[in-house]
């Protein structure tokens, strides 16, 4: 029989399972002291090998000879090339990864299928989730060969099992009324996918979509490391040369174009959300977002 | 009247039916009730009674406890009247990211698979709703009574044999009661379809009924919250 879920059992919950976590940790750890040391440690290297970046890396390589005029010569350095490949990677594999993963959630989602095709599709996206992409970019190189083929097939995998288990998790958290007006009046399931379940949780699937981009394009500095192509390549070149800082470039590279996939999210979602009917921000907005995130933040604290 | 006549055969046979979540729980009891082309029914009773339970069996969303319950020819659960049930729960169950236009054309696809002719039952039915204004928003920039017209639109696109409302009139003012009230009324006699409606105010269901099926607390047995249905004619 369901409860409902008091606020105190929670707090109380929550609370023994904080404890139980330090327990387990403290069983794991012998020396504590470790961890000051741990974090001098990190500060002389901070300071030493990895501030400040060196920008160098996006200046034009030496070969191959580059013909872009100036000032686009960026466009010939290691950090635009890999940045580049890694977003081509993440977005094909974004985008194949999701025309697959949506007719599995749709079969995974049980309030929409049996439980025969819901068990047997869960299973198949479980198996894809199972392995990290960087494994399935090793299984890939080797069956393939190495290049930026075999990242976006290993991500496209991954995709169709992360993404489908997100897509059918918000599919079955849908209110259920849309779904049986469309059952009563005789729709049938493949019509109701299509014109129910997909516009009803679309704000869900862009943002599951869109995060998923975000995750490709993080992990394609991964997938590099073992020659699957992408940013990886040159970072795992630079660490395997001590040369920290230009590894920290290409760091803080990769933090700005997460924030710029943030902005398009933000963007994206606002033409599903009932908040943003109001008032849709412009792109110059969005690109602005901090400031806009910075007012939502104080009227938040006002209201405390 | 039609029902009496015995020409028109039934759209709605229930049977000794016995309805409920819980097998051992039968919320509402009916011997025998038929629902005729071009008949209004209306259930009326007090909240949590069963009312909606019962349309939501009607409509094949709940299955019965025991008796028999035909819809437009086909014996439920077995074989659902695909098509020809229309249903306006009390949630209204619109797609409210999708537009006016794409829920409505839901309810014409529920009808007929070609496009054409879905276009034009659903502008038919968004004007006679006085919707035509609204017909690209999103429902949820829609006030409670406008998504009420869009629920009632989407029903007549389908042209189903059979409507089953759940409170469809609430949340209107009375001006544009008058009209949805007449719109489908408009629409059960002359397609000699049926509606059954579910509806809290007496006096309004008194206005509409044909029939007036009341559900009230049984008191055959205390320990069992059973009900019993009395059927009224108006």
């Given at each position: 029989?369901?409860?409902?879920?008091?606020?105190?059992?929670?707090?109380?919950?929550?609370?023994?399972?904080?404890m139980?976590?330090?327990?387990?940790?403290?069983?794991?750890?012998?020396?504590?002291?470790?961890?000051?040391?741990?974090?001098?440690?990190?500060?002389?290297f901070?300071?030493?090998s990895?501030?400040?970046?060196?920008?160098?890396?996006?200046?034009?390589?030496?070969?191959?000879?580059?013909?872009?005029?100036?000032?686009?010569?960026?466009t010939?350095?290691?950090?635009w090339?890999?940045?580049?490949?890694?977003?081509?990677?993440?977005?094909v594999?974004?985008?194949?990864?999701?025309?697959?993963?949506?007719?599995l959630?749709?079969?995974?989602?049980?309030?929409?299928?049996?439980?025969?095709?819901?068990?047997?599709?869960r299973?198949?996206?479980?198996?894809?989730?199972?392995?990290?992409?960087?494994?399935?970019?090793?299984?890939?190189?080797?069956?393939?060969?190495?290049?930026?083929?075999?990242?976006?097939?290993?991500?496209?995998?991954?995709t169709?099992?992360?993404?489908?288990?997100?897509?059918?998790?918000?599919i079955?958290?849908?209110?259920?009324?849309?779904?049986?007006?469309?059952?009563?009046?005789?729709?049938?399931?493949?019509?109701t996918?299509?014109?129910?379940?997909?516009?009803?949780?679309?704000?869900?699937?862009?943002?599951?979509?869109?995060?998923?981009?975000?995750?490709?394009f993080?992990?394609?500095?991964?997938?590099?490391?073992?020659?699957?192509?992408?940013?990886?390549?040159?970072?795992d070149?630079?660490?395997?040369?001590?040369?920290?800082?230009?590894?920290?470039?290409?760091l803080?590279?990769?933090?700005?174009?997460?924030?710029?996939?943030?902005?398009?999210?933000?963007?994206?979602?606002?033409?599903?959300?009932?908040?943003?009917?109001?008032?849709?921000?412009?792109?110059?907005?969005?690109?602005?977002?901090?400031?806009?995130?910075?007012?939502?933040?104080?009227?938040?604290?006002?209201?405390? | 009247?039609?029902?009496?006549?015995?020409?028109?055969k039934?759209?709605?046979?229930?049977?000794?039916?016995?309805?409920?979540?819980?097998?051992?729980?039968?919320?509402?009891?009916?011997?025998?009730?038929?629902?005729?082309?071009?008949?209004?029914?209306v259930?009326?009773?007090?909240?949590?009674?069963?009312?909606?339970?019962?349309?939501?069996?009607?409509?094949?969303?709940v299955?019965?406890?025991?008796?028999?319950?035909?819809?437009?020819?086909?014996?439920?659960?077995?074989?659902?009247?695909?098509?020809?049930?229309?249903?306006?729960?009390?949630k209204?169950?619109?797609?409210?990211?999708?537009?006016?236009?794409?829920?409505?054309?839901?309810?014409?696809?529920?009808?007929?698979?070609?496009?054409?002719?879905?276009?034009?039952?659903?502008?038919?039915?968004?004007?006679?709703m006085?919707?035509?204004?609204?017909?690209t928003?999103?429902?949820?920039?829609?006030?409670?009574?406008?998504?009420?017209?869009?629920?009632?639109?989407?029903?007549?696109?389908?042209?189903?044999?059979?409507?089953?409302?759940d409170?469809?009139?609430?949340?209107?003012?009375?001006?544009?009661?008058?009209?949805?009230?007449?719109?489908?009324?408009?629409?059960?006699?002359?397609?000699?379809?049926?509606?059954?409606?579910?509806?809290?105010?007496?006096?309004?269901?008194?206005?509409?009924?044909?029939?007036?099926?009341?559900?009230?607390?049984?008191?055959?047995?205390p320990?069992?919250?059973?009900?019993?249905?009395?059927?009224?004619?108006?």
């Amino acid at each position: 029989m369901r409860t409902a879920i008091d606020g105190k059992i929670l707090a109380t919950s929550f609370s023994f399972m904080l404890m139980l976590a330090f327990l387990v940790l403290n069983g794991m750890v012998n020396d504590w002291g470790r961890l000051t040391g741990g974090v001098t440690n990190l500060i002389d290297f901070f300071h030493q090998s990895l501030w400040p970046p060196d920008w160098s890396v996006l200046e034009p390589q030496v070969y191959p000879v580059c013909t872009a005029r100036a000032p686009f010569e960026f466009t010939c350095s290691t950090a635009w090339i890999g940045v580049i490949e890694t977003i081509k990677i993440a977005f094909v594999s974004t985008v194949f990864g999701m025309a697959l993963s949506l007719p599995l959630s749709l079969s995974a989602a049980r309030n929409l299928s049996p439980k025969w095709l819901s068990y047997s599709s869960r299973f198949i996206l479980s198996a894809f989730r199972s392995l990290p992409s960087l494994i399935w970019a090793i299984f890939f190189v080797i069956l393939i060969g190495l290049g930026p083929l075999s990242g976006t097939l290993a991500m496209t995998v991954y995709t169709v099992g992360y993404l489908g288990k997100l897509q059918y998790e918000a599919i079955e958290g849908l209110t259920k009324t849309p779904l049986e007006a469309a059952d009563a009046m005789g729709l049938t399931k493949i019509e109701t996918a299509l014109n129910v379940v997909i516009p009803e949780s679309a704000n869900d699937l862009i943002s599951h979509a869109i995060f998923m981009f975000e995750y490709n394009f993080r992990s394609g500095t991964i997938i590099g490391i073992v020659g699957a192509g992408g940013i990886g390549y040159y970072i795992d070149l630079y660490l395997r040369f001590l040369q920290y800082d230009k590894v920290v470039a290409y760091l803080l590279i990769i933090f700005m174009v997460v924030l710029i996939i943030d902005f398009f999210s933000i963007y994206a979602r606002s033409f599903f959300n009932e908040e943003d009917d109001l008032r849709r921000p412009s792109w110059s907005e969005v690109f602005l977002g901090i400031v806009r995130s910075a007012d939502a933040t104080d009227d938040f604290s006002d209201g405390l | 009247m039609q029902s009496e006549s015995g020409l028109n055969k039934p759209l709605l046979v229930l049977r000794d039916v016995s309805i409920g979540y819980d097998s051992s729980l039968s919320l509402v009891n009916i011997p025998n009730l038929e629902v005729f082309p071009g008949e209004i029914v209306v259930i009326a009773g007090p909240s949590g009674i069963g009312k909606s339970t019962l349309l939501r069996t009607i409509a094949g969303l709940v299955s019965p406890i025991s008796g028999v319950l035909e819809v437009c020819g086909c014996i439920l659960p077995e074989s659902p009247p695909r098509g020809n049930l229309g249903y306006i729960p009390q949630k209204l169950g619109l797609v409210r990211h999708a537009s006016v236009r794409h829920n409505v054309e839901l309810g014409a696809r529920a009808g007929v698979k070609s496009r054409k002719e879905r276009q034009v039952r659903s502008k038919e039915a968004i004007e006679i709703m006085g919707l035509s204004e609204k017909s690209t928003e999103p429902i949820r920039r829609l006030s409670g009574g406008q998504q009420r017209r869009v629920a009632t639109a989407r029903t007549l696109a389908q042209r189903p044999k059979l409507i089953l409302a759940d409170e469809f009139l609430s949340e209107l003012d009375e001006e544009t009661l008058a009209s949805v009230l007449d719109a489908v009324t408009n629409y059960v006699r002359e397609s000699n379809a049926a509606l059954i409606v579910v509806e809290h105010d007496i006096s309004r269901a008194k206005m509409m009924a044909d029939k007036l099926l009341v559900i009230d607390d049984g008191r055959v047995n205390p320990f069992i919250k059973g009900t019993k249905a009395m059927e009224v004619n108006v």
